[in-house]
């Protein structure tokens, strides 16, 4: 194996009035232990000093893996991020909220994840711990990752908790210490049912997102992510790294997340959001019609008609509106 070498990543960050925490969140990139990337950071439109903080963070930084694309008017999440992977051309990618911060090795154990002898998956993602606008840590982990939700805390009056999650606390250094944790989880199963973070959390194929990516900017302004991560799992399915590999901020000024963490099952979205996950749904099978050429050639027929008959068979059962609740708080 002498001969070959390992993958760049390209890395899209992108951004719309988040003036306070978009300088924060580049310098995470920019300490990433692995340091074969590229990042293009997408300002779309903002009203605020988002391009002031950028270009003063890329100034300090001063690193030519670093570009900064604005855009003259708002185009919301989707046009932003289409913006982005045109000008990147790695075989992976991430996408990284601007108020969001990775680990240091994020890009590292990620990529390594891609390259495990036992499954190729399309995407793989980690857990998130939980800060608040400040920086301060307010949740370890996100309690739903990797869990059938409906089913999780069924006939438990009392669940044990490894103690090996419970950090240790320098008191003097006002640190946390959480214990490495190493499993992993191939999950190959085709169905509608959100088991992952949010995108900040996760290292896509470059392929299987340009095959899956929605055409429509307006349609998908807020919910693009709900959207990639959904089809890249029909399509392609996914490794989950049981540990949390970055941050998840709450500011108050999150788009859903507007309720505070009381513990317990997370409720963070005040927001009533009616139909909109059969919405979504009707949209991706729509789209898996009317792409059936492109689908059917990258997946071969057989795959194809699952695929499509598994999505017909989750828009024809009744909504599970908490399910989509639940998931909008991240966007």
């Known amino acids: 194996m002498t001969e070959t070498t390992l993958p760049r990543i390209s890395v899209v960050v992108t951004c719309y ?11 995470s990139v920019a300490r990433q232990t692995w340091r074969d990337f590229e990042c293009v950071i997408v300002d ?10 950028i270009r003063q963070t890329l100034d300090e930084l001063n690193d030519p893996r670093f570009s900064l694309v604005r855009l003259p008017k708002n185009v919301g999440q989707t046009g ?7 000008h990147t051309s790695a075989p992976f990618v991430c996408f990284l909220d601007s108020d969001d911060l990775w680990n240091d090795d994020f890009l590292e154990r990620h990529l390594a994840a891609h390259l495990n002898e ?22 370890g982990a996100v309690y739903w990752f990797g869990k059938d939700r409906a089913v999780a805390d069924r006939g438990r009056a009392f669940a044990p908790v490894d103690p090996a999650r419970v950090p240790k606390l320098d008191a003097a250094a006002r640190r946390a210490h959480w214990q490495t944790q190493t499993p ?39 919910h693009m992510d ?12 996914s490794l989950l790294i049981d540990e949390p590999l970055y941050s998840y901020r709450l500011h108050g000024r999150n788009f859903a997340a507007n309720n505070p963490i009381l513990g317990g099952r997370l409720h963070l979205s005040a927001r009533s959001w009616g139909d909109t996950h059969a919405r979504m749904l009707d949209r991706m099978l729509d789209a898996m019609i009317r792409d059936r050429e492109k689908l059917a050639t990258a997946l071969g027929e057989k795959q194809y008609a699952r695929m499509l008959l598994r999505m017909r068979a989750a828009r024809a059962s009744p909504p599970r509106s908490w399910l989509f609740v639940l998931r909008s708080w991240l966007i």
Request: aromatic share 12%.
């Open 17 to 27: 009035n988040c003036a306070d925490y978009i300088g924060a969140a580049v310098r």
């Open 44 to 53: 779309d439109a903002s009203t605020d000093k988002s391009v002031e903080a």
């Open 80 to 86: 932003a991020t289409r913006a982005g992977l045109k």
């Open 118 to 139: 036992s499954y190729a998956v399309g995407f793989t993602a980690c857990n998130a711990r939980l800060i608040d606008g400040r920086g301060q840590v307010i949740a």
């Open 184 to 222: 992993y989880r191939l999950y190959t199963k085709r169905l509608v049912h959100w088991v992952w973070v949010s995108t900040s959390s996760m290292m896509f194929r470059r392929s299987l997102i340009d095959l899956v990516f929605p055409d429509d900017d307006e349609t998908f302004r807020l």
């Open 226 to 237: 709900f959207y990639i991560v959904v089809m890249a799992q029909m399509v392609a399915g």
